[in-house]
């Protein structure tokens, strides 16, 4: 069956810090790899990864997928109290499957 | 509001009820999505449609629980006989196409509530 894996489930840093959060797969017919930021309702889409070494960035926020190794990495640098949620990684393949999620709390 | 909308919003109901929650997907989107989510964890996919037809069906579904969308635009859960453990938020989503990989992004319900009590 499809898999989704996220690490760490849990993470609390300072503000200021740079974090770094995992996503591996193993999915029959990969077609993309989704990040979402989740705060107290429905996700947020953060990036699509289709292509493997090409990073995508968004002011603080980078990721980059490996399609050999089946993982993708999303990185917060300068990490701000906002940034504090549940970052979601989501494969798509014939549907939709979502990890466990990574509870980011961000300190002052 | 043209998003993608679901209802109730929130549901309090006792053990053994059945339960039904409707999702009304944005206008002429194809693919409609189901989960399930319970605090702290990501969503657990429950179904999907293409159109009118139920392609997948995640095996957590039991028969209890059954997803229909009639005529290909909004989509209805039902869950029979509700337990304590179907206590959760259960979203919906739906994209344009065949799916997000086409270029179509995926917009997401407000989700609803279920309190089995």
């Known amino acids: 069956e499809d898999k989704v894996v996220q690490s760490p489930l849990s993470l609390v840093v300072h503000e200021g810090d740079t974090v770094t959060l995992n996503c591996s797969y193993e999915?029959?017919?990969?077609?993309?790899l989704l990040w979402y930021k989740q705060e107290k309702k429905a996700p947020t889409f953060l990036f699509m990864l289709?292509?493997?070494?090409i990073e995508k960035k968004s002011g603080r926020l980078s990721s980059i997928l490996d399609k050999k190794e089946l993982f993708s990495i999303l990185n917060i640098t300068a990490t701000q109290t906002g940034d504090s949620a549940i970052y979601l990684c989501?494969?798509?393949?014939?549907?939709?499957?979502f990890g466990a999620g990574t509870r980011l709390t961000v300190k002052p | 509001d043209t998003g993608v909308s679901q209802d109730p919003r929130h549901k309090i109901t006792k053990r053994g009820q059945n339960v039904t929650f409707r999702c009304d997907p944005i206008?002429?989107?194809?693919?409609l999505y189901w989960y399930r989510q319970t605090l702290g964890q990501g969503p657990e996919f429950l179904t999907y449609?293409?159109?009118?037809?139920?392609?997948?069906k995640s095996r957590l579904l039991s028969d209890r629980f059954s997803a229909e969308r009639p005529k290909g635009s909004f989509s209805t859960l039902e869950i029979q006989r509700t337990e304590q453990g179907d206590s959760a938020m259960y979203l919906c989503?739906?994209?344009?196409?065949?799916?997000?990989?086409?270029?179509?992004?995926?917009?997401f319900g407000e989700g609803s509530w279920l309190t089995v009590v």
């Open positions: 989503a739906s994209s344009l196409g065949i799916g997000v990989s086409s270029g179509n992004t995926i917009y």
């Open positions: 999915v029959t017919n990969f077609r993309s």
């Open positions: 289709t292509s493997s070494g």
């Open positions: 989501a494969v798509e393949a014939y549907d939709m499957r």
């Open positions: 206008s002429e989107h194809n693919r």
């Open positions: 449609f293409q159109n009118e037809a139920q392609l997948e």
